[in-house]
């Protein structure tokens, strides 16, 4: 006679919850992947002040690596709305910065404020393009973008590892001559547009209510200033600012500063080093080439990325000077 074998009704009933647990981890799993792979990234920041929101970049050359996301970006949230103080080195970087805005405040964003032309600060504008938000920048910006913007789309693959097209690169609505304030609601930024200086594009975002100086690439901390605007424009600025007391700066390179104007001493004394060896090196009719081999080499072990721009630093101030009166 043959064995049949029955399973106990308490292993049936096992096997039939087992089967159930798992049809529900399966819809779970179908339901969230989407959500798993399309996950938006959102930018870390800080809150360095009421209101004022930092993403601190790294300090480092812009390469296919970091694609350009190096430098100090972030926002500044009013009571009727907010705004952006750079975008970043990349499109992916920028709609991070805007999802970390949209997980901070539900505020609307309504302004996007570039405080100069250098990529790592403004090829994230596109990620704010939709946002009905107002692009904010030095009367002279829309000019550097339009003379240098083909220049960028084409090397930003080689250089940075993105691909950019004109739609990135986004000029001003707004264009600041002078001074120019902003109303946040109950909150008024107040922008100054400087002479020549770290650009010939140099705009800075001062903050009454907390006294904070947004100071973007006036102002390098631990890394080395790079010239591509004016060396005796950039010391001009710097002396003026020094006169002033300030509770936060936030530089465009580096940590934060709330011992103005201590922090800014090693970058005007490179700079006034560069000036006067530079000068000095004309005078003697010293050649360009030979010069770089020499002037402000006693600043090598006290700044990062010095090779990295000591060099053109050098460069740029030979041509600034040595026509000079």
């Known amino acids: 006679m043959p064995y049949h074998f ?21 819809v779970l799993f179908v339901i969230l992947l989407p959500q798993i792979i399309f996950a938006a990234p959102v930018l870390s920041v800080n809150q360095v002040a009421p209101g004022i929101y930092v993403h601190w970049g790294v300090q480092e050359f812009s390469d296919t690596k970091n694609h350009g996301a190096i430098a100090n970006i972030g926002f500044i949230v009013g009571q ?52 009905g938000a107002k692009f ?6 829309a000019r550097a973008m339009s003379v240098r913007g083909d220049y960028y789309i084409q090397k930003a693959p080689e250089l940075l590892g993105i691909t950019l097209t004109d739609e990135d690169i986004i000029p ?9 304030d902003l109303d946040l609601g109950e909150r008024i930024l107040k922008l100054t547009a400087h002479p020549a200086a770290h650009t010939d594009n140099d705009l800075s975002v001062y ?12 102002l390098f901390i631990e890394h080395l200033p790079s010239v591509d605007g004016s060396l005796k424009g950039w010391l001009t600025e710097l002396d003026k600012l020094e006169s002033k007391s300030y509770k936060i ?29 530079v000068r000095a090196a004309i ?29 053109k630093n050098v460069t740029k101030a030979y041509a600034e000077l040595e026509w000079e009166d």
């Open 80 to 131: 009727r709305c907010v705004a952006v103080v750079d975008t970043g080195g990349n499109p992916e970087q920028g709609m991070a910065l805007k999802n970390a805005i949209d997980n901070t405040t539900s505020k609307p964003i309504c302004y996007v404020i570039n405080t100069h032309v250098h990529p790592d600060h403004i090829y994230g504008n596109s990620a704010f393009k939709n946002t």
């Open 6 to 26: 029955t399973s106990p009704p308490f292993l049936v009933a096992i096997i039939l919850n087992l089967g159930l647990l798992m049809k529900n981890v399966l």
């Open 283 to 311: 005078k003697k009719g010293v050649f360009l080439e030979d010069a770089v081999a020499t002037i402000g080499v006693s600043f090598k072990g006290k700044w990062k990325l010095f090779d990295k721009f000591h060099r």
């Open 172 to 180: 001003p609505e707004i264009a600041v001559s002078g001074e120019l």
């Open 249 to 277: 700066v936030i530089p465009g390179h580096g940590s934060l500063v709330n011992d103005w104007p201590k922090s800014m001493m090693p970058e005007k004394a490179y700079l006034s080093a560069l000036l006067a060896e």
């Open 136 to 141: 904010v920048g030095h009367e002279k910006l």
């Open 207 to 218: 903050d009454p209510q907390t006294d904070t100086l947004w100071l973007s690439d006036l």
